[in-house]
């Protein structure tokens, strides 16, 4: 899984450090569940329970 591309910082846009956090996180989730479609997948890979998982993907598949 190739993390460095997860995120661009300097694009001209202030962020601060929850943003940046937060960006990252919605990348790699939003990532990951693309190429598994599906939540139980995604908590394995990041090592979370499967409805942290979940609360991620939605989270973040409804941001953007």
Do not use: C, P, T, W
Not at 9 to 35: A, F, H, S, T
Not at 49 to 54: G, L, V
Request: proline share 0%; net charge neutral.
């Amino acid at each position: 899984f190739d993390f460095h591309a997860m995120v661009e910082i300097d694009d001209g846009r202030e962020m601060d450090l929850k943003k940046i956090l937060n960006e990252v996180e919605g990348n790699v989730v939003r990532e990951l569940y693309k190429r598994y479609h599906s939540s139980y997948k995604v908590a394995e890979k990041l090592g979370l329970s499967q409805s942290s998982a979940y609360r991620l993907i939605r989270k973040h598949l409804e941001e953007k």
